[in-house]
């Protein structure tokens, strides 16, 4: 998760020191995509240099997450040219994500993964409860924070979004699809506070997904066919993909009514137990299973 919020940080700070905004570009221009993956191979190369279980390594989050820290990286980002990866690796998986909130404003963000296809194959009898196999995300190479141990949990990519807005629920979010996350959680976050998007738009917006790995960028079709020419005339090596690639998104959205009362929970009486005070808004990617469901 933190790789997202590295990630936010990187593009907070670098857009005005690159002479940018991110709002005033807008997703039509090359160069805004060209600082989106730029800023996402800094944050993933920070992720696998550094991210590990913490009750074994020391994971320096309070330097990582400084935006000072984001600015002493901008100089690394060339917005003529695509840059190497300087650490590499990555993880894939199967996952779903689900979100739901009630009529006393609580909200949960949740989300569930074995892995791999049926995960590690290994039920429990008589439950049928699979067991995961995300100790294949292990490395051996000692100096890795993440390198395999007893009782260690390994490097895993899922993450349950949630915002807060002056200590009190605003979103929750999720976008499935293994090592996409941070990389598309950074985007919807783009989407709704820098361009306005509502919460289904800014799943229904063309989104990239970059391989930490091989340095190939990947752009959904109608993406592709807008800036992806000029994204190769940077130097990234880019591919045109189906919806597929980039993961499943879901998120609530609460607009607080500030004319309302907080609700209440009262089981002694009905007159009591106010609704929530606001309107929930709900979004469903269109290119998963899934749907915005209220009642």
């Known amino acids: 998760g933190w790789a997202g919020l590295e990630m936010l940080n990187i593009l907070e700070v670098c857009a005005p ?3 940018l905004n991110l709002t005033t570009l807008g997703p039509s221009n090359p160069d805004y995509w060209h600082l989106m993956v730029e800023a996402k191979k800094l944050a993933y190369s920070d992720l696998q240099a550094y991210n590990g279980d913490p009750l074994f390594v020391d994971v320096p989050l309070e330097t990582l997450l400084d935006k000072s820290y984001a600015e002493s990286l901008c100089s690394r980002i060339d917005m003529d040219r695509a840059s190497e990866p300087s650490v590499k690796g990555g993880l894939d998986g199967g ?3 689900l979100t739901t909130a009630d009529r006393w404003g609580n909200m949960v963000s949740f989300i569930h ?18 067991l995961h196999n995300r100790g294949v995300a292990f490395s051996l190479d000692a100096d890795s924070p993440n390198v395999v141990a007893p009782r260690k949990r390994p490097f895993h990519s899922i993450i349950a979004g949630f915002v807060m ?3 009190e629920p605003l979103m929750t979010f999720g976008n499935m699809g293994g090592a996409v996350q941070p990389e598309t959680h950074a985007q919807h976050m783009v989407n709704v506070i820098d361009h306005g998007m509502n919460i289904q738009m800014t799943t229904d ?28 005339a940077k130097g990234h090596e880019v591919r045109s993909v189906n919806g597929g690639a980039v993961g499943g998104y879901q998120g609530i959205l609460f607009t607080k ?21 606001g309107i929930y808004r709900g979004g469903s990617d269109h290119r998963k299973d899934g749907g915005a469901v209220g009642w």
């Open 205 to 232: 917006a063309a989104r990239f997904t970059h391989s930490q790995n091989s340095n190939r960028l990947s752009l959904e079709q109608n993406l592709y066919s807008l800036v992806g020419r000029s994204l190769e």
């Open 95 to 97: 996952t779903i994500y």
């Open 165 to 167: 807005q002056n200590g």
């Open 257 to 277: 009514d500030p004319n309302l009362p907080p609700p209440i929970y009262s089981q002694e009486s009905i007159e009591e137990d106010h609704p929530v005070n």
């Open 17 to 19: 020191y690159h002479g």
């Open 113 to 130: 993964s074995i892995f791999s296809v049926y995960g590690s194959g290994v039920t429990i009898p008589p439950y049928g409860m699979v």
